[in-house]
């Protein structure tokens, strides 16, 4: 029996823009027309020509920026779209997990969408019952399993949903980016699930932004560029050359002088920018490394004293503090600045952060303009970190700060 | 299990293999939208007798007493009871199985499957009204002291009708308001008129009696006049379920085949477009 599990050949997905009625293109898709056809072609292929192949309990990770075709490429395989062009062949039944507790009602009790989203998922009933017990033992819900899912928080929401997939037991298996979710704790729960499901020779697709997760996971690694496959190959090569690779449509600057300047007349911010230690635009950074995040404003009228404040939260959309010059310490008079604000080494921890901008006077107390998710960084892990632990286990928390330990013999 | 998915070659009927698989699936969604329906009401099941007593109430009060619609010796609240019976089932179906695909867009868009489970899954649930309905007409049976008709074998027939036709009407709508949203504001509209033109309150035999040939034609090309027709003869013996009542008979085939032919063509786009 041959080993081969998956065979991609020459798949390619187009879409029509501007078609019938009821055609609803998302608004990232247009953009992305209008800068690769100029707005003048009504096509637009999220992906192209892609072909590869998957042996018997291979994982391969697929990674690209936004809007590179990941998705596109997972929807059509999990075959909830179908392709224009190419043809694929999988042997053995496939789950795809494109987002976990799909089809979850939110009037129905715990256990009741257990065997609601299993079946969605593609388990028999039958199978559901037999892994019952286990599926609420991984969620950790117990308490709360006959109540309706509407009273849950969203983490329990997570959790039970999870605890689901991770109890089906497909030959295929394709998941995109289920590790965004839920606490620190539950996911590495869901990390080292996924590493079982991965050991025990079955084959696994996965698309994902988080860099470390694929090269702990996967044994080949895919690298998507507007639709077509760039490169491909061991996971570690892959993914650093999609992070060296000097991209200005990753978010290291934004470039915002063209908007307008606040309705109350106070100013502008007009750029932002990530910047390492030499002055040079980043859009990455280690651990390890400092940096600088500079911010160009305008005052536009006397008697406004606005100053940027930034505001930055982690991927998983939790605030990790808020800074800004604070009274005293800013121009007040109109004109063009530059603010640099000056990241200390070893302060993040291995992740994405985003920052949003406050444009205020602080008194008397007024937000001019609010810049939501303005500009990101990703933050990665050195792996001879001073602060990693020993064995290479993640290190948890929003942040990774540097701390003095001392001990002495007592 | 080998899947093969090529873009030059697409089956124009659904697999029906495919389909029986995901009977679990099917079988999930209908007891989910069974218990979610008569969840935090305060009659709760209840409402599955209340709704069609109500409209038999109506009618009786209306067609049987102040229009005095003549319906030989049967009582009249059993004559209305066998046409409720059909069209509550045919309602729900347009409205439930019609309106399912844009319902469940969170899962078609994350999730495949074989699409048809979803109106069909609908359907099933309002066979629950069905039996309702039919237990009804049971008991009213035993009130008045009549018996059925001695066509009481082609019931189980006509009832296989009643639900093909109401399955291929509300499949037919759940395919077409994927690109056509207007439909779910046309759906409330078709079954309040469909009612009129449907002999549910008065037997066929008022429309043959007073309008021209064409006019009848036109009626019965509705699939449900030949079908409530042909029910309400198995049952009590009234009317006549040959001549222009096959016309219905072959409309309803003709809508029940080109269902799921449309169906599986709208499945080719359908995460595309919801």
Not at chain 1, 48 to 68: M, P, Q
Not at chain 1, 216 to 245: F, H, W
Not at chain 2, 71 to 81: H, K, Q, R
Not at chain 2, 233 to 255: E, H, K, N, R, T
Request: proline share 5%; charged share 20%; with cysteine.
């Amino acid at each position: 029996m041959s080993n081969r599990m998956v065979t991609v050949e020459g798949l390619g997905k187009r879409y029509k823009l501007g078609g019938p009625t009821g055609f609803d293109p998302r608004a990232r898709m247009s953009e992305n027309l209008k800068r690769i056809t100029g707005g003048k072609r009504e096509d637009f292929w999220a992906v192209r020509d892609v072909s590869f192949t998957l042996d018997r309990g291979e994982a391969v990770g697929i990674i690209g920026r936004n809007g590179a075709g990941k998705s596109t490429l997972l929807k059509m395989l999990s075959r909830i779209t179908v392709p224009t062009e190419g043809r694929f062949t999988i042997d053995g039944h496939v789950s795809s997990l494109l987002e976990v507790g799909t089809g979850f009602h939110p009037e129905l009790s715990g256990r009741e969408n257990i065997f609601l989203n299993g079946t969605i998922l593609g388990m028999r009933r039958a199978e559901v019952r037999r892994k019952y017990d286990e599926i609420v033992d991984f969620s950790g819900v117990q308490k709360f399993i006959d109540t309706p899912v509407k009273h849950y928080s969203s983490g329990q929401k997570v959790r039970l949903a999870f605890a689901v997939a991770a109890h089906l037991e497909p030959e295929v298996m394709i998941i995109d980016e289920v590790l965004a979710v839920g606490d620190v704790e539950f996911q590495r729960k869901c990390l080292g699930k996924m590493k079982d499901v991965a050991n025990s020779g079955r084959t696994i697709l996965f698309v994902s932004h988080n860099m470390s997760a694929i090269n702990s996971l996967c044994s080949r690694c895919v690298l998507l560029d507007a639709g077509r496959v760039e490169a491909m190959g061991e996971p570690g090569a892959i993914t650093s050359q999609y992070l060296n690779k000097n991209n200005d449509e990753l978010t290291g600057e934004k470039d915002l002088s063209s908007s307008p300047i606040s309705s109350d007349g106070a100013g502008r911010i007009t750029h932002l920018r990530w910047t390492n230690t030499n002055g040079k635009v980043i859009d990455h950074a280690q651990v390890t490394q400092a940096f600088d995040l500079e911010v160009d404003f305008e005052i536009a009228e006397r008697g406004y004293k606005p100053q940027p404040v930034a505001l930055v939260y982690n991927s998983k959309g939790e605030q990790a503090f808020m800074t800004f010059p604070g009274e005293g310490n800013h121009p007040t008079e109109p004109g063009r600045y530059r603010a640099s604000l000056h990241f200390p080494a070893n302060l993040f921890n291995e992740d994405t952060y985003y920052v949003s901008f406050w444009f205020c006077t602080w008194l008397p107390h007024k937000v001019h303009l609010v810049l939501e998710n303005a500009i990101s960084i990703q933050v990665l892990d050195d792996l001879e970190s001073p602060t990693r632990a020993p064995s290479y286990a993640t290190v948890t928390g929003m942040l990774r700060p540097k701390f003095q330990w001392d001990i002495a013999q007592l | 299990m080998r899947i093969t998915v090529d873009a030059k070659h697409w089956k124009v009927l659904p697999d029906l293999r495919e389909l029986f698989a995901h009977r679990d699936l099917f079988l999930t969604l209908a007891i989910r939208d069974l218990k979610v329906r008569y969840a935090q009401t305060v009659l709760g099941l209840a409402w599955a007798v209340v709704q069609p007593l109500a409209t038999l109430i109506i009618m009786s009060l209306i067609f049987g007493r102040a229009v005095q619609v003549e319906t030989g010796n049967v009582p009249y609240p059993l004559f209305a009871i066998v046409g409720i019976s059909a069209w509550s089932y045919f309602a729900f179906v347009l409205k439930e199985s019609g309106g399912s695909i844009i319902g469940a867009q969170e899962i078609v868009r994350k999730i495949y499957f074989p699409r048809l489970i979803i109106p069909l899954s609908k359907a099933a649930v309002g066979l629950m009204d069905l039996l309702v309905a039919l237990l009804m007409m049971i008991a009213l049976f035993v009130w008045y002291g009549v018996s059925p008709s001695a066509h009481l074998i082609f019931a189980p027939l006509y009832l296989v009708l009643i639900i093909v036709v109401a399955l291929g009407t509300g499949i037919w709508i759940s395919a077409l308001s994927i690109r056509f949203r207007d439909l779910q504001h046309v759906v409330p509209f078709m079954i309040q008129f469909g009612l009129f033109i449907t002999p549910i309150a008065y037997p066929a035999s008022k429309i043959t009696a007073s309008v021209p040939h064409w006019v009848q034609v036109m009626y019965f090309l509705n699939p449900m006049a030949g079908v409530v027709e042909g029910w309400r003869w198995s049952i009590l013996g009234l009317g006549d379920p040959g001549g222009l009542c096959i016309l219905s008979l072959v409309s309803g085939a003709f809508l029940f085949v080109t269902s799921f032919i449309y169906f599986r063509s709208m499945e080719r786009v359908v995460a595309d477009l919801v």
